[in-house]
């Protein structure tokens, strides 16, 4: 580090675990930057003091992790329509100091559908399990990409009917439907679907061996199945489409492009694949330790 240097990082309320301190780092070094990528784990009463601080220190940029995505955004002078429309950032940038909010997790999932998957969005019907802040960008990249029929189960039906209320006119092309999570419903949507998106923690560490899909589902093999949740690396849903001989997808890649998008705004560079594989290697490695 110099007087020069350009300081990035990440705003969070829980950061033991991310990963995003790795993956920065190597994009850093892979570019030979003078920047460095530093964790802020803040109380969330402190999230006002903390973004105007990182202003005041000239703090080049940041991201911004869970619970402070939809909070944030009160507290830029300017926002990007795409995160406008999710109602969430996970970037800011400092220009002119002024600061601009992104959101990046729409563009990070969408990338590995189209660079692994070689898949292609529209015309393709999708079923979202779940209507929180994930599943907010997940149907942002899908009607963006031209899905015509999103169908929505979320536990609370509130929640999904407000994510269609808030998508409908802005994509007037694409038919949002909401359900809640009734086995009935569910194995309807789910008879034609081309993708099936998990953006509920159920799998995760925290919901370890949970499957949010009712037993006796069945589903096409055809089918790709996407979980966002990166930890473990197959979750039960995952195992299940993988037996069923669906080809899946867990969250590290949307993880390592939605860092890809962030680096992109604060240094110009889009990293190339050749770090993105080199990372998503270590990521996986490290999880084996
Ligand atoms: P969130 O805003 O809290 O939304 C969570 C969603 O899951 C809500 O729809 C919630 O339903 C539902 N849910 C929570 N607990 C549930 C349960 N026990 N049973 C059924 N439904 C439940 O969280 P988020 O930010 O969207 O994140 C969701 C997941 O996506 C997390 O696992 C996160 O790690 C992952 N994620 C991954 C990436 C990536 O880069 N790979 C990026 C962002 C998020 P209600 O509305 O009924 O509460």
Redesign the pocket.
């Known amino acids: 580090m110099n007087p020069m240097t350009l300081t990035i990082g990440l705003l969070g309320e829980h950061l033991e675990n991310s990963l995003s301190p790795l993956i920065h780092r190597n994009f850093i070094c892979y570019y030979s930057l003078n920047y460095c990528y530093l964790p802020f784990q803040i109380k969330t009463e402190n999230l006002e003091k903390a973004i105007f601080g990182a202003k005041a220190l000239g703090i080049h940029g940041l991201n911004v992790t ?1 619970p402070f995505k939809e909070k944030a955004m009160g507290f830029m002078d300017n926002i990007d329509p795409a995160a406008e429309t999710i109602g969430a950032i996970n970037t800011i940038v400092r220009k002119n100091e002024k600061l601009y909010g992104y959101n990046t ?1 729409w563009n ?1 999932f969408r990338e590995p559908l189209k660079k692994k998957m070689k898949t292609k969005l529209i015309n393709k019907r999708a079923v979202v399990l ?6 907010r960008s997940v149907i942002f990249a899908l009607a963006e990409e031209g899905c015509p029929v999103i169908s929505i189960f ?3 039906k509130d ?1 999904a009917l407000e994510v269609k209320r808030n998508f409908k006119n802005i994509f007037p092309q694409c038919e949002i439907r909401t359900f809640s999570f009734q086995r009935k419903n569910l194995q309807g949507e789910i008879d034609n679907v081309d993708l099936l998106i998990n ?4 799998g ?1 560490w925290y ?1 370890p061996g949970q499957n ?1 899909l009712p037993e006796g589902i069945k589903l096409s093999s055809k089918a790709i199945v996407y979980d ?3 930890c473990p690396d197959r979750t039960p849903l995952l195992s299940w489409a993988e037996i069923n001989g669906n080809r899946i997808l867990n ?1 590290k890649e ?2 390592v492009y ?1 860092a890809a998008e962030s680096f992109h705004l604060w240094t110009g560079l889009y990293p190339d694949q050749e770090i993105i594989t080199k990372i998503l290697s270590k990521i996986r490695k490290k999880e084996n330790l």
């Open positions: 869970i997790d990070g779940g209507a929180g802040g994930a599943a979320n536990r609370s929640r953006t509920t923690p159920l995760s919901y949010p966002l949740i990166y969250g949307m993880l939605q």
